[in-house]
């Protein structure tokens, strides 16, 4: 760690307003990750990311106090940093779980740079499925003000799929099964949607990063997940964001909100494609990669908070109409339909129809002659003992 420091251009990094070590963090974790990860990779969240989570969860003037904020898989922190500096340091407490030693310490050093000292005791490093380490005193679920992750999206849960799969309060949904060839698909993650949503309290609010393909899924645990969340109105709203905006993984993500305050079916849940947006560049391995620009992610944040249908990047729609559409939470789907066409003259026309009869009668001319050739071709082979 010291000879990967020593290499590193501090620069910039005072220049930021919180989470100061995630540009360190995502510096260390570069050659781990390409190295394999072993068997629990990190996954660095983009600052750009972590930023409209909590813009999205906590207005900018929002004026809170003695809040909770929660993460399962917290690595490094970079999620609740960021929200805890739009609540006010002052005015929350963190609280987290991740089962790497190593990303717990870098949590413990990141609270120290942030003047949220007092939440160092809530750091548990353990596994968050099998074991959740934040109780309450009748050793059910505690539930928190808001609640974040950035879960793995293919960790290895072989080992204990069986014991979770017991737990059948927590996990409504299901627990997914450990496929023949365990690098094919385990989409733990349904786990840490479902652990997410226990967790939030009434009236709080959470996100959660997502493989963008969950919020079209048409059977299976991930669409019973999606019929509680629109069900039970507790989704809020989805951002899908551009591919390869991750620095160490190309999956195409969304993030998935919750609101846990009562809502009628016809209120509003907003829908953003955010997939398009973002320039590209090159990152220090030469990898194609891409990040959202400032002006972008305040046209992602207020059309999120105002619920506002724009164009090909955005919808609103009520609760009914998502169960109508087969609970679908892509944006695109609800995009109207739009046939371009140009008005022309009777004789523009005839004269079109004619030239396009003429060109198939061509075509059709050459492929008879096609059809001939071969049929010779054929005729003329013969069998060579």
């Known amino acids: 760690m010291v000879s990967k420091l020593a290499d590193f ?39 750009s990311i972590a ?29 609740l940093i960021a929200l805890a500096h739009q609540i006010g340091t002052d005015r929350c407490t963190i609280f987290s779980q991740d089962i790497s030693q190593k990303s717990s310490q870098m949590l413990r050093l990141n609270l120290i740079l942030n003047d949220l000292v007092d939440s160092i005791q809530n750091i548990v490093k353990g596994n968050t499925l099998t074991n959740p380490a934040h109780k309450n005193a009748d050793s059910t679920l505690r539930k928190f003000d808001f609640v974040v992750s950035n879960p793995p999206f293919k960790l290895d849960f072989s080992d204990y799929r069986e014991t979770i799969a017991t737990d059948k309060f927590r996990f409504w949904a299901g627990v997914p099964s450990v496929p023949a060839k365990k690098k094919e698909s385990m989409a733990i993650y349904t786990c840490f ?8 309290k009434t009236g709080g609010k959470g996100a959660i990063v997502i493989p963008t393909g969950f919020i079209t899924a048409k059977s299976g645990i991930e669409n019973k997940i999606l019929h509680r ?3 039970d109105h507790i989704v809020s709203g989805v951002v899908s964001m551009p591919s390869n905006v991750f620095a160490n993984t190309g999956t195409n993500v969304s993030v998935l909100f919750f609101d846990k305050n009562q809502k009628s079916d016809s209120d509003k849940v907003i829908l953003v494609d955010a997939s398009k947006l973002g320039e590209e560049y090159k990152d220090a391995n030469g990898l194609k990669k891409v990040r959202l620009r400032d002006d972008e992610i305040e046209n992602i944040v207020s059309t999120f908070r105002e619920k506002r249908a724009v164009e090909d990047f955005s919808v609103s729609v009520t609760y009914s109409e998502i169960k109508e559409k087969g609970y679908v939470l892509s944006a695109g789907q609800y995009f109207d339909i739009k046939i371009e066409y140009i008005d022309i003259t009777a004789d523009e026309f005839n004269a079109q ?16 002659s096609l059809e001939a ?11 060579a003992k």
């Open 353 to 368: 129809m004619q030239a396009d009869t003429d060109e198939l009668a061509s075509m059709f001319q050459q492929s008879r």
């Open 9 to 47: 251009n501090f620069e910039d990094v005072f220049d930021q307003k919180y989470d100061f070590f995630s540009d360190i963090f995502e510096y260390l974790i570069k050659d781990y990750n390409t190295a394999g990860g072993g068997k629990y990779a990190e996954y660095y969240t983009p600052k």
């Open 229 to 231: 969340l629109v069900d």
């Open 373 to 383: 050739d071969i049929m010779q071709q054929l005729q003329s082979l013969r069998f």
């Open 51 to 79: 930023a409209i989570i909590a813009r999205l969860l906590v207005d900018d003037d929002a004026q809170l106090t003695s809040k909770t904020c929660y993460d399962p898989t917290a690595g490094s922190g970079t999620l």
């Open 193 to 200: 949607i479902q652990h997410v949503v226990n967790s939030i």
